[in-house]
Structures are given as C-alpha cells and as structure tokens.
C-alpha cells in the first residue's frame, strides 16, 4: 500500500506542476518538505488527515492515491517537443496516465477486453507519399469509411479501441501519441484548441500516423510532413476531392476552398495542401496561396469556420453502464468521473 501511495502521490505533484517545496508552501508548511519526501519514498504513510490534506491542495479524490490500475505508458512523442518546458512535458504525462487509469478501471469492472490490432502493420517501411496516401486509403477501406466526410475523428478513434484523451494544458502543446501498458493505442489533444474543431481532427490523424506507420531512415521534418499528408489523405481522400475540385486547376476560390472545409471538416489550408499533393494545383499556385494567407491574416482565423463537434461518449457510457447494473456505487462513479459525489449528483439526479 506504501508503494501504491507514493507511486501515486509523486504523479499528482507532478500533474500540478509543483516540486516538494512547491507543495509544502501550498500546504502553508504543516506538512514539511522532508515529510512530503518521505511519503513520496514509500517510506511513512500518512494518516487519513493528512491524505484529506494533500487531496484538497494536489485536486484530487482522496481515493485517488490508492487507485491500483496498471498504467504505464511508453515513450511518449510530443509535437514541438523542443520548445517543451520539462515540467510542462511531465504534467501532460501525469495528466493523460490519470485520465487513463480511470478509463482502464472502468473498462476492468465491466470486465471489457479491449483489444488492438494495428490494421497498418503489414504496410512495410514509409518513406514517402504514395506510400502514405495508400495507407490511408487502406485504413478507409479497413474501417468502412468510403470516400466520404468523417462526421466525427474522436468517435471513430474510440470505437477503434484507441483512446483519446483531452488534456488542458499549455497552448503550445497540440497532441500526442503513445502505448498504454505496451498494448493500447492512446492519442491526446488540448481542449484549448477545441474552437478549432478542424485542427483538432488534423492533429488527431497526425498522431495516428506516427501510432501506425513504421517510418524509414528519414528526417524528423520529412516525417512529419508525411504524417499531416496522411492527416489529409484520410479526411479527403484523393478521389474525393478530384470530384469537387476536378483534376487539373490553375487557380482556386476562397468559397469552394470553404464549402468543402465546411463538409469534410478539414482547414482551406490543408485542402490546399492536399490539392498540390494529389497534383489538382501546381508548386507556383500554392506558393501564391499561402502567400495570400499571410497577407490576409488568415493563418489561425481562416474566413470560413468548420463547426462540427469533436467528442465521444464512449466512457460516459461505460459509467452508466456500470452504475446501473450495481457494478459500482454511485459514489465510485463520481470518483471515476473525476467529481465529489455532490456534483455528480447534482449534474446527473435526472439519470438515477
């Protein structure tokens, strides 16, 4: 029990971004930096007091410190991973295993076996864009989506078996990818970007790219590249967008850019992108293009917003599911659902 409390005590100070004197001077000194550390060694044990204490400074359930559920996660790549603050990078960490530990118990309860299989691992070695646009034509066709618009990524994802998870964090974190104890697929994004619902879905599938792709003996900038060109080929796949833009174009509008923005949930400038990728425009053009952009002032707000909603309920469900059925009280359910039981309650007294 020792090791389970302090395993879990270092990742909550972790995910608030305080060191052990941080969280003494939270905690006004009552308790001391050296006790703090003694607790995070497995060493003492602290009474219920002063686990009530920590809960209420660290904002977490005080269950929260002897929740047992095996979570590991393997590297972990970050997008701009340069400009990454360490304390940054390990308060999204503790934040996505947290979030993920109480998935996974749940889904344990309910005695679900969740299972992934790379539907991308006989691809071979990727090292460039045909071999990206067959893999994502390959995933469509794996996952029956045809050639039309992905009404919703995050849904998709989830009903694929591969967690997503909502991370509020630093602005200059967009996503991330990794493995949940070497088996489960996990992709994050920041809810801060959640009025860019476009952005969202091209992060996401840029993180499933870098999860399902082996890549070659190339660049860390060529393989990103790859990676958004995969985004793209999944949200518009080459067929598709030939047949709203034709084969061969000199030039392109601003409202069809929108409309089809609009419809496939896919930003003007990646539907630019895509365009000189599939061969509709040439090098000059799209040059031209982003030079517009710029001009405009249109890189972060584009003249045409999508509007679609990125979400899955998938967990929420799985709460539900347990509650109703007696597998789990109502106070077990507030905790999973990272609330006190009083707002849980107050947020769901129609329900039960």
């Known amino acids: 029990m020792k090791e389970i409390f302090a395993e879990r005590f270092k990742s909550a100070r972790l995910m608030k971004g305080f060191s052990l004197q941080d969280l003494a001077d939270a905690l006004d ?26 809960s209420k400074v660290l904002n977490v359930k005080p269950d929260y410190f002897f929740r047992s559920t095996k979570v590991e996660l393997s590297e972990i790549e970050y997008r ?7 304390k940054e990078a ?20 309910l005695g679900l ?24 034509n ?35 974190f967009d ?46 900038k060529q393989k990103e590249t790859l990676c958004f060109q995969f985004a793209g080929a999944m949200l518009l796949p080459e067929k598709t967008l030939k047949a709203e833009l034709g084969d061969y174009r000199n030039k392109l509008s601003i409202n069809e850019l929108g409309n089809i923005k609009k419809q496939y949930g896919i930003s003007m400038q990646a539907i630019v992108m895509r365009a000189k990728d599939c061969g509709i425009i040439n090098e000059h ?21 999508y509007s ?6 998938r967990f929420e469900q799985l709460l539900f599911r347990a509650l109703i059925e007696d597998q789990i009280s109502m106070s077990k359910a507030a905790s999973l659902n990272n609330q006190t039981l009083a707002d849980f309650r107050k947020e769901h007294q129609m329900a039960f």
């Open 175 to 220: 996503g991330l990818q990794t493995f949940v104890n070497d088996t489960i697929p996990v992709v994050a994004y920041n809810i801060k970007k959640t009025n860019k619902p476009d952005r969202i879905r091209l992060t996401l599938l840029h993180e499933l790219a870098h999860l399902l792709l082996t890549f070659g003996d190339i660049t860390s």
């Open 29 to 54: 000194n009552q308790l001391s930096r050296q006790a703090l550390h003694r607790y995070e060694k497995g060493e003492v044990m602290p009474d219920n007091n002063k686990i009530n204490l920590l």
């Open 113 to 136: 076996d969740v299972e992934f299989e790379n539907p991308l691992k006989n691809i071979g070695i990727v090292t460039s864009y045909k071999q990206v646009n067959q893999a994502a």
């Open 138 to 172: 390959q995933l469509r066709e794996y996952w029956s989506l045809g050639n039309g618009a992905i009404f919703n990524v995050v849904e998709l994802l989830e009903d694929k078996n591969i967690k997503v998870v909502k991370l509020d964090v630093d602005e200059d």
């Open 90 to 109: 390990a308060i999204i960490k503790e934040k996505t295993k947290e979030y993920l530990s109480r998935y996974l118990e749940l889904e344990e309860i």
């Open 80 to 86: 701009k991973l340069s400009k990454m603050p360490q």
């Open 308 to 313: 679609g909603a990125e979400e899955s309920n």
């Open 285 to 305: 053009y799209t040059k031209q293009f982003f030079f517009l952009i710029k001009q405009m002032n249109w890189k972060i707000d584009e003249p045409v917003e």
